[in-house]
């Protein structure tokens, strides 16, 4: 089955995301996850945006 999710996120503990992100790959790896795309600070082309990842 393929699954598809788009995660939009603003931080408000960010040691606490660190951690969690730092166990997450490993479970993710165990299901062949494939990440098709991140960005640490994307660029808002029009309108506004109040998250800090994609």
Known sequence: MT???????????????????????GVFAQYAGTILAADEAPAVIEGDWDREKV
């Open 3 to 25: 699954v598809y999710a788009i995660a939009q996120l603003r931080f408000t503990d960010r040691p606490a995301y660190d951690r969690y992100q730092s166990r997450f790959m």
